[in-house]
């Protein structure tokens, strides 16, 4: 795949390589795909979970279902903590 950008935007594309510390223009690329998939990842996963709520399907949360949902917090939120 070839993609032609004007000079301006591939010079800020060089200069946002060398500041996030990507070896090359793809490396930096597919982070922002990557980053584009998991966004649209989770707005689909938030729809589907408006759905089901407004279904009225579902069940009461229970006390089990908010620990989880805590720890499941927690771990993302460490995880990030992890990368930075």
Known sequence: MNISLPDT???WIEEQVEA???????EYLRS???????RKAREQLDQKLVEAV???ESSPMTGADWKHIRQTVRNRLA??????
């Open 54 to 56: 407004e279904s009225g």
């Open 9 to 11: 935007m591939r010079q």
């Open 20 to 26: 996030e510390g990507f070896g090359t223009a793809s």
């Open 79 to 84: 995880g990030k903590a992890k990368r930075k």
């Open 32 to 38: 922002l795909v990557r980053d584009a998939q998991k």
